[in-house]
């Protein structure tokens, strides 16, 4: 059964410009409201380490004594991999195994405990070309909902594909308390956060979302970071350098609490830790202004 062709009128309905000119945007339905625990979704350009941020993040949370559940926005469903060691069945895969007959799931198919006690949901993605990622985050929240999960949560991590902030791959800021930007020191990265940072300023007209910061990732330096943080007014709030241990933890599939112990693993970890306490304790919402494509030009880049 193709997952255009599903019904969705139960889980949200297309208006016109609630967020921005010129486009149709996914509202959310009331009901499908995540309810206590703190909602943060994570943003940043494709190949960033959101994945890898959002994991380890998790990790920290639940070092913290708080129950976790991190929810993966991406078709690959790589998010969760180092906390379960698997690549998880997708919440769509598991829909079509029983014909997009909800009723018929158990937590079981689609829940997976990871490390630390770190629960984990791969929400997956319709097929190339065809569907909407708004409704599949739409149907992973629903059914989470109807099993009661979210009631036994303390915090909700949405770890979401790429820098692809159409009105689909956006609806996890219609569910967070917070959206997280995570880039490198370059170019790319930065002009992709401009661009996350205009979709979070649309979505944060209509919903409760704000900017709660940066995370300057796989970067020595954070200078150009820091520039266009001063310029438009956003706050770096972590910095996770270049380091091959990272890189090794992907390739054994764990999370960096889980590696051989070493002096600058420890940094690592102690800020994650840092950050994690921080986003719990609550953060100032932030209401930056994003630059004109031109703006960035003129503004990165050696004098």
């Known amino acids: 059964m193709n997952v255009a062709s599903v019904p969705v009128t139960e889980i949200r309905r297309t208006v016109r410009r609630p967020d921005g000119e010129g486009s149709q945007q996914v509202q959310l339905d009331p009901n499908l409201k995540i309810g206590n625990a703190k909602v943060f979704a994570v943003y940043g350009k494709g190949g960033i380490g959101k994945s890898t ?154 919903y409760n979302v704000r900017l709660g910061g940066v995370i300057a990732n796989r970067s020595r330096d954070t200078d150009q970071i820091d520039r266009f943080n001063d310029r438009v007014g956003l706050k770096r709030m972590a910095h996770f350098p270049d380091l091959d241990v990272i890189r090794r933890s992907r390739l054994k599939k764990s999370t960096l609490f889980e590696m051989e112990p070493s002096p600058e693993l420890e940094a690592v970890q102690q800020e994650y830790l840092r950050l994690a306490a921080a986003l719990w304790a609550g953060t100032d919402p932030l209401a930056p202004e994003a630059l004109k494509d031109r703006e960035i030009f003129d503004l990165l880049g050696f004098d």
């Not at 990790?59 to 708080?66: D, I, M, R």
């Not at 790589?78 to 069945?89: A, G």
């Not at 997009?100 to 319709?126: K, Q, S, T, W």
């Not at 985050?137 to 303390?154: A, N, S």
């Open 53 to 206: 941020t959002s994991s380890n993040l998790s990790v920290a949370f639940s070092k913290l004594g708080k129950r976790v559940l991190q929810i993966g926005c991406d078709p690959k469903h790589d998010s969760t991999f180092t906390l379960t060691k698997k690549l998880m069945p997708t919440v769509i895969d598991v829909l079509e195994s029983v014909d997009f007959h909800p009723e018929e799931l158990r937590i079981e198919d689609f829940v997976y405990e990871g490390y630390n006690g770190v629960m984990c949901v791969e929400a997956g993605g319709p097929p190339a070309g065809t569907g909407c990622g708004g409704y599949v985050v739409g149907q992973t929240v629903k059914l989470l909902k109807e099993h009661h999960l979210l009631e036994d949560t303390d915090v909700v991590i949405f770890d979401v594909l790429g820098d692809v902030v159409c009105g689909g791959f956006a609806a996890p800021l219609q569910h967070a308390d917070r959206a997280l930007i995570v880039t490198a020191n370059d170019f790319d990265s930065i002009f992709a956060m401009n661009r996350i940072v205009q979709a979070i300023g649309a979505k944060a007209k209509n």
